[in-house]
Protein backbone atom coordinates (compact mmCIF):
# COMPACT_ATOMS: atom_id res chain seq x y z
CA UNK A 1 0.00 0.00 0.00
CA UNK A 2 1.25 3.50 -1.06
CA UNK A 3 2.12 5.59 2.14
CA UNK A 4 0.21 8.68 0.53
CA UNK A 5 -3.30 6.54 0.18
CA UNK A 6 -2.57 5.68 4.06
CA UNK A 7 -1.67 9.07 4.81
CA UNK A 8 -5.13 10.69 2.84
CA UNK A 9 -7.22 8.03 4.13
CA UNK A 10 -6.13 8.50 8.40
CA UNK A 11 -6.41 12.70 7.68
CA UNK A 12 -9.74 12.60 5.09
CA UNK A 13 -11.43 9.35 5.18
CA UNK A 14 -14.28 8.58 7.16
CA UNK A 15 -14.63 4.36 7.46
CA UNK A 16 -18.32 3.38 6.36
CA UNK A 17 -17.76 -0.66 6.28
CA UNK A 18 -16.11 -3.47 5.21
CA UNK A 19 -16.69 -6.75 3.61
CA UNK A 20 -16.11 -10.21 4.25
CA UNK A 21 -12.44 -10.16 3.30
CA UNK A 22 -11.48 -7.45 5.28
CA UNK A 23 -11.63 -4.58 2.62
CA UNK A 24 -12.16 -1.40 4.04
CA UNK A 25 -14.46 1.02 2.96
CA UNK A 26 -14.21 5.06 3.40
CA UNK A 27 -15.61 8.57 2.10
CA UNK A 28 -14.65 11.38 2.39
CA UNK A 29 -15.43 13.63 5.90
CA UNK A 30 -15.88 16.83 3.75
CA UNK A 31 -19.19 17.52 2.42
CA UNK A 32 -18.95 20.37 -0.62
CA UNK A 33 -22.56 21.69 -1.48
CA UNK A 34 -23.15 20.43 -5.00
CA UNK A 35 -20.38 17.90 -5.05
CA UNK A 36 -20.35 14.21 -4.24
CA UNK A 37 -18.22 12.82 -1.85
CA UNK A 38 -15.23 10.85 -2.71
CA UNK A 39 -15.31 7.07 -2.23
CA UNK A 40 -12.33 4.32 -1.96
CA UNK A 41 -11.71 1.07 -0.64
CA UNK A 42 -8.53 0.01 1.27
CA UNK A 43 -7.88 -3.87 0.18
CA UNK A 44 -6.98 -6.30 2.81
CA UNK A 45 -3.85 -7.96 0.84
CA UNK A 46 -3.30 -8.08 -2.78
CA UNK A 47 -4.72 -4.67 -4.52
CA UNK A 48 -7.02 -6.58 -7.31
CA UNK A 49 -10.04 -4.65 -7.60
CA UNK A 50 -12.48 -8.23 -8.38
CA UNK A 51 -12.20 -8.48 -4.63
CA UNK A 52 -15.04 -5.91 -4.42
CA UNK A 53 -18.17 -7.69 -4.05
CA UNK A 54 -20.96 -6.33 -5.71
CA UNK A 55 -22.75 -4.53 -3.19
CA UNK A 56 -19.85 -2.48 -2.55
CA UNK A 57 -19.09 -1.89 -5.97
CA UNK A 58 -22.54 -0.54 -6.21
CA UNK A 59 -21.71 1.89 -3.71
CA UNK A 60 -18.30 2.94 -4.52
CA UNK A 61 -20.07 4.02 -8.37
CA UNK A 62 -22.46 5.69 -6.98
CA UNK A 63 -25.00 3.41 -8.17
CA UNK A 64 -26.72 3.40 -4.75
CA UNK A 65 -26.07 5.34 -1.80
CA UNK A 66 -27.52 2.85 0.69
CA UNK A 67 -24.36 1.03 2.99
CA UNK A 68 -24.34 -2.64 2.39
CA UNK A 69 -25.23 -5.02 5.59
CA UNK A 70 -22.40 -6.21 7.45
CA UNK A 71 -22.62 -10.32 6.64
CA UNK A 72 -23.48 -9.27 2.88
CA UNK A 73 -26.31 -10.05 0.57
CA UNK A 74 -28.01 -13.29 1.19
CA UNK A 75 -26.34 -15.45 -1.69
CA UNK A 76 -28.41 -17.27 -3.89
CA UNK A 77 -27.93 -20.99 -4.21
CA UNK A 78 -26.62 -20.64 -7.73
CA UNK A 79 -24.10 -18.02 -7.02
CA UNK A 80 -20.38 -18.92 -6.86
CA UNK A 81 -17.17 -18.37 -4.65
CA UNK A 82 -15.08 -15.54 -5.40
CA UNK A 83 -12.30 -16.37 -8.11
CA UNK A 84 -9.54 -14.07 -8.30
CA UNK A 85 -8.17 -12.83 -11.42
CA UNK A 86 -5.11 -15.59 -12.41
CA UNK A 87 -4.28 -13.42 -16.07
CA UNK A 88 -0.18 -13.62 -15.80
CA UNK A 89 -0.45 -16.53 -13.69
CA UNK A 90 0.08 -20.29 -14.39
CA UNK A 91 -3.37 -20.70 -13.70
CA UNK A 92 -4.52 -18.45 -16.48
CA UNK A 93 -6.79 -19.53 -18.93
CA UNK A 94 -5.31 -20.53 -22.41
CA UNK A 95 -6.92 -21.65 -25.63
CA UNK A 96 -5.76 -25.05 -27.23
CA UNK A 97 -3.03 -24.78 -29.39
CA UNK A 98 -1.88 -21.66 -27.55
CA UNK A 99 1.86 -21.27 -27.60
CA UNK A 100 2.58 -21.42 -23.39
CA UNK A 101 -0.13 -24.61 -23.27
CA UNK A 102 1.52 -27.66 -21.83
CA UNK A 103 -1.11 -29.59 -24.01
CA UNK A 104 -0.68 -31.21 -27.55
CA UNK A 105 -0.77 -28.85 -30.36
CA UNK A 106 -4.12 -29.07 -32.01
CA UNK A 107 -5.22 -30.49 -35.66
CA UNK A 108 -5.92 -27.60 -37.92
CA UNK A 109 -9.70 -27.36 -38.62
CA UNK A 110 -9.30 -28.16 -42.11
CA UNK A 111 -6.93 -30.07 -44.55
CA UNK A 112 -5.33 -27.05 -46.90
CA UNK A 113 -5.72 -27.96 -50.49
CA UNK A 114 -2.54 -29.13 -52.65
CA UNK A 115 -2.44 -28.81 -56.29
CA UNK A 116 -2.08 -31.52 -58.42
Do not use: C
Not at 55 to 79: C, M, S, V
Amino acid sequence: MIIGTRLFTWMRGELVGSDAQGNKYYQDKRVIAGRRRKRWVMYNGIAEASRVPPEWHGWLHYTTDAIPAAGGAPRKPWQKEHLPNLTGTDMAYRPPGHSLSSREKPKPPYEAWKPG
